[in-house]
């Protein structure tokens, strides 16, 4: 994790230490529940071929909302999970007109996610710079956000570019590998203890036996 233009970055690097379902790091991290102190904050994930933007609000027991884009199909409803609407994502990402200024960027972060508002994955490729924006832009926001996410015809990358440029995030050169979290100043490596993951796993397989015996 680092900070970066006034976000916190945090990507996993490595293999995930727990057994399956949570040995894909990126797709744990997608679903990682985000404590109030940290929010908002705003995940950019690419798994495969989808797209994955996962928005915590700043509220109390708000709910984590989810955007999937797939191609072909564009935007498709997260079954199952709290669907993001485009205003959900400009909110978080702090582009809010007030009183004729400019749009500002967020705070600081969430691990696994850049800044307690944004975050990459190690997989995801693509993004842009963080601009300055304007009040006109700002307003524009979710309409080009639901653009973008609707165009079939793009890819993972391309989406997520696009988002990240309309919500004016920093981040593209991790999106795209030009750069390594690593590199970013004031980056550090956080481990979990061998002992938390192995407590992690048992308490899986734990839940897991549990609701064999409930359905049996």
């Known amino acids: 994790m680092a900070p970066l233009e006034g976000w916190t970055v945090v990507m996993p690097t490595g293999p995930a230490r727990a057994r399956y379902p949570y040995d894909d790091a990126v ?15 705003i995940g950019v994930f690419q798994l495969g071929r989808q797209a994955v933007l996962t928005v915590h609000p700043d509220a109390w027991r708000a709910v984590q909302r989810w955007a999937i884009w797939t191609p072909r199909d564009g935007l498709v409803a997260p079954i199952g999970l709290a669907a993001a609407r485009p205003a959900d994502l400009v909110a978080a990402a702090g582009l809010l007109e007030e009183s004729g200024r400019a749009p500002t960027t967020g705070q600081a972060g969430h691990a696994g996610q850049e800044g307690p508002r944004a975050g990459h994955d190690a997989a995801s490729t693509g993004g842009p710079l963080a601009a300055t924006g304007s009040t006109g832009l700002a307003a524009d926001a979710p309409a080009r956000l639901r653009a973008v996410l609707r165009d079939g015809d793009n890819d993972a990358t391309g989406v997520l570019a696009g988002v990240l440029d309309i919500l004016e995030l920093p981040g593209a050169q991790l999106l795209t590998g030009e750069v390594s979290v690593e590199d970013l100043p004031g980056a550090r490596l956080v481990e979990p203890a061998g002992r938390h993951a192995r407590a992690f796993d048992r308490l899986v397989s734990d839940e897991a036996r549990h609701r064999i015996e409930m359905e049996a």
């Open 27 to 41: 797709a744990s991290l997608a679903g990682r529940p985000v404590g109030l102190w940290m929010r908002p904050a």
